[in-house]
């Protein structure tokens, strides 16, 4: 005789929860809990997902699968967030479950759990400096120089502009009102430009070195920068000289010519 033994129970579902919702960047760790809704007769494997803007081993550590033993209902996993000196912005990890295994237990529904890692990071700001103030009119060089205060994981453009007395493409090259780029992972660029040699008379020039815009990496200006570059001026201020046609003329109206000379 074969008698069945109809189970009162239904087949348990997986829910999880986080004891966190938010972790500090600086090594801050957080625990996934795995609930049964009921107990079963063996070990029930939970495998664990991860997506986000958060990256693996980057970001954060975690622990990937849940055991939850035969006659309990829970098991956790845990993890951690990884300090870094790079500005990111708050990231998400979103936790879910890839797998589940094991006295007939089975995800309840479409479980996920989502921790934001707050960055310890304040957000970039860009500070030009220059390798000269003044260059020489016949070809001097110079560099500007853009420098972050702390890397960031995007690629940063900083527009420049310029202004002052002196002309672009007349008193010196166009590549210092160019655009730097500030490699993701890295703190500086660079533009440079020179001088433009010529035989006119123009005094010292100012060339001011300032930012259109920034872009990127969620980085900003730092207040206002500007530099200013003057050219030095490779003539000497001009002089008069009169000279006349002739040393002498007579009184019945002769003509004289007098040339001024620079």
Same mark, same amino acid.
């Given at each position: ?74 098991? !956790? #996993?845990? &993890? =951690? *967030?990884?300090? $870094?000196? /790079? @500005?990111? %912005? +708050? ?98 660029? !660079? #533009?440079? &430009? =020179? *001088?433009?040699? $010529?035989? /006119? @008379?123009? %005094? +010292? ?58």
């Amino acid at each position: 005789v074969t008698v069945e033994i109809i189970d009162a129970e239904s087949a348990p579902t997986v829910t999880l929860s986080s004891n966190v919702s938010s972790l500090a960047e600086s090594g801050e760790t957080a625990i996934i809990t795995a609930t049964l809704s009921v107990a079963t007769y063996e070990d029930v494997t939970v495998v664990l997902d991860a997506s986000g803007t958060a990256l693996y081993d980057t970001d954060y550590t975690y622990q990937t699968v849940i055991t939850i033993p035969a006659g309990a209902t829970q098991g !956790t #996993a845990s &993890g =951690a *967030s990884i300090d $870094d000196d /790079i @500005y990111e %912005g +708050n990231e998400t990890v979103i936790i879910t479950i890839y797998n589940i295994s094991g006295g007939g237990a089975e995800e309840n529904g479409a479980q996920s759990e989502i921790i934001t890692i707050i960055d310890n990071e304040s957000a970039p700001t860009v500070t030009l400096s220059s390798n000269v103030t003044t260059v020489a009119e016949d070809g001097g060089t110079g560099t500007v120089t853009a420098t972050l205060s702390i890397a960031t994981t995007a690629d940063v453009t900083v527009e420049l502009g310029a202004a002052g007395t002196a002309t672009s493409g007349t008193d010196y090259t166009s590549g210092v009102t160019s655009t730097i780029t500030i490699s993701a992972g890295s703190l500086t660029g !660079t #533009a440079s &430009g =020179a *001088s433009i040699a $010529d035989d /006119i @008379y123009e %005094g +010292n020039e100012t060339v001011i070195v300032s930012i259109s815009s920034v872009s990127g990496g969620g980085a900003t200006e730092n207040g206002t920068q500007s530099l200013t570059v003057t050219i030095t001026d490779a003539e000497s201020a001009p002089t008069v000289n009169l000279s006349s046609s002739s040393a002498s003329v007579t009184e019945d109206g002769s003509a004289i010519t007098l040339t001024a000379t620079l």
